[in-house]
């Protein structure tokens, strides 16, 4: 009898939860329809016009741990979806449910745009021991990229760089990325240039293009 109880009492506590996320994920997207235009996602202390940003810090307009929750909007309720120099911060398998949410929540004709660090250019920084490139100082003086030789600075982009104790988990092309988006159901995908976009006010999105590729893709 204790079982049966305590069997209906977690089934009563799942369908309150099931319901809870349900009714968050309207009054989110509610609220954003009358807001911004979009979300960029893993923002960090980027603040963009028109963008709900969402980040694990409590800094962020919506705080939320992507590595272990799930987009908290409706089904085709999105016009954009933005994410720089982020998605790396994932397993690849974690990347792969990230881009098949964000498909879930675009509208139809909907725009993702995804910066990343690209591989190939840093891969080939890295043969052909492009010092001026590894090298680079910050404003203040210090080292812009992790470690004391090219090898190392090379290294860290694939284990380093933490953020709040979480380093980089995997890093991408723009060919293994296309794979996810286009298992995703995305109907178009391209790689596109540096602050080259259908969105409004690239300027104010892309950034560091000496290390990154940029992939837009259309639901």
């Known amino acids: 009898m204790r079982r049966r109880i305590k069997k209906g009492i977690c089934k009563l506590c799942a369908s309150i939860n099931s319901y809870l996320r349900y009714v968050r994920r309207v009054w989110l997207t509610r609220k954003l329809r009358l807001s911004v235009q979009g979300i960029n996602i893993c923002c960090g202390l980027q ?4 963008y709900l940003g969402i980040d694990f810090s409590a800094d ?3 705080q939320l741990d992507l590595a272990k929750n799930d987009l908290p909007f409706m089904d085709n309720s999105l016009d954009v ?16 449910e990230i881009v098949k949410e964000v498909y879930r929540v675009l509208k139809p004709g909907g725009i993702a745009r995804f910066g990343v660090q690209d591989m190939d250019s840093i891969a080939r920084r890295y043969v052909e021991k492009d010092r001026e490139f590894f090298f680079q100082k910050l404003p203040d003086g210090s080292e812009r990229f992790e470690g004391p030789t090219i090898g190392d600075k090379f290294a860290a982009w694939f284990y380093g760089y933490a953020i ?26 391209e790689q596109k240039a540096f ?3 259908r969105l409004e006010n690239i300027e ?4 560091r293009p000496d ?5 837009e893709a259309l639901k």
């Open 60 to 62: 962020a307009d919506l």
């Open 195 to 197: 602050r080259e976009s």
């Open 81 to 96: 979806v933005i994410c720089i120099s982020a998605i790396n911060y994932f397993t690849r398998s974690r990347a792969r």
């Open 164 to 189: 709040k104790g979480t380093p980089c988990q995997y890093f991408y092309d723009y060919e293994s990325l296309r794979f996810l988006f286009e298992r995703a159901g995305f109907s178009i995908i």
């Open 204 to 207: 104010k999105i892309d950034n």
């Open 47 to 50: 603040e963009l016009p028109g």
């Open 211 to 215: 290390q990154m590729f940029f992939l």
